[in-house]
């Protein structure tokens, strides 16, 4: 599983996901659903300034709607096409049959998991092989995921 907190930085490259300032020092974590215990999931995370922060909490700056509509764009991102096509598939069929390079993120975040090989690749001269094509499913965390962000 990828860390979240790395992840939630390299989704906005070190920035505020709303203004767009890009100081570590004034960065900090913000639950989108705030409840007990926190839910400590990639996808209720969004990195937020000190400021933007502490407005959304006094209602000033950002509202709940502006930060879902910044989050389910900054998860596209970070899936990428492919692996977004790559779980809407699986949804649908129950597996996706995917080259490993193409879906190794969504794998990393717990999103899907390898099931089965459909084929490898054997190199002669060290004798060594590579996954050109690997079954996958959707974990439980793949389907949430899926339907909290209407990802089907």
Same mark, same amino acid.
């Given at each position: %599983?990828?860390?979240?907190?790395? +992840?939630? %930085?390299?989704?906005?490259?070190? &920035?505020?996901?709303?203004?767009?300032?890009?100081?570590?020092?004034?960065?900090?974590?913000?639950?989108?659903?705030?409840?007990?215990?926190?839910?400590?999931?990639?996808?209720?995370?969004?990195? +937020?300034?000190?400021?933007?922060?502490?407005?959304?909490?006094?209602?000033?700056?950002?509202?709940? &709607?502006?930060?879902?509509?910044?989050?389910?764009?900054?998860?596209?991102?970070? +899936?990428?096409?492919?692996?977004?096509? #790559?779980?809407?598939?699986?949804?649908?069929?129950?597996? !996706? !049959? #995917?080259?490993?390079?193409?879906?190794?993120?969504?794998?990393?975040?717990?999103? +899907?998991?390898?099931?089965?090989?459909?084929?490898?690749? !054997?190199?002669?001269?060290?004798?060594?092989?590579?996954? !050109?094509? &690997?079954?996958?499913?959707?974990?439980? #965390?793949?389907?949430?995921?899926?339907?909290?962000?209407?990802?089907?």
């Amino acid at each position: %599983m990828a860390d979240v907190d790395s +992840l939630l %930085m390299a989704e906005t490259g070190g &920035a505020c996901a709303y203004c767009g300032t890009k100081d570590y020092r004034v960065l900090t974590v913000h639950h989108i659903e705030q409840q007990e215990p926190k839910d400590e999931s990639y996808d209720n995370k969004i990195t +937020l300034c000190h400021n933007c922060h502490h407005l959304y909490h006094q209602n000033k700056g950002p509202s709940k &709607a502006d930060i879902i509509a910044i989050k389910k764009r900054l998860i596209c991102q970070t +899936l990428t096409q492919q692996g977004i096509n #790559a779980i809407k598939e699986a949804r649908r069929k129950g597996f !996706v !049959v #995917a080259a490993p390079y193409l879906v190794n993120h969504i794998v990393e975040l717990g999103l +899907l998991k390898q099931t089965d090989i459909v084929s490898t690749v !054997v190199t002669t001269e060290h004798e060594s092989s590579a996954i !050109v094509d &690997a079954v996958y499913e959707l974990t439980a #965390a793949g389907v949430a995921l899926t339907e909290k962000w209407g990802l089907k």
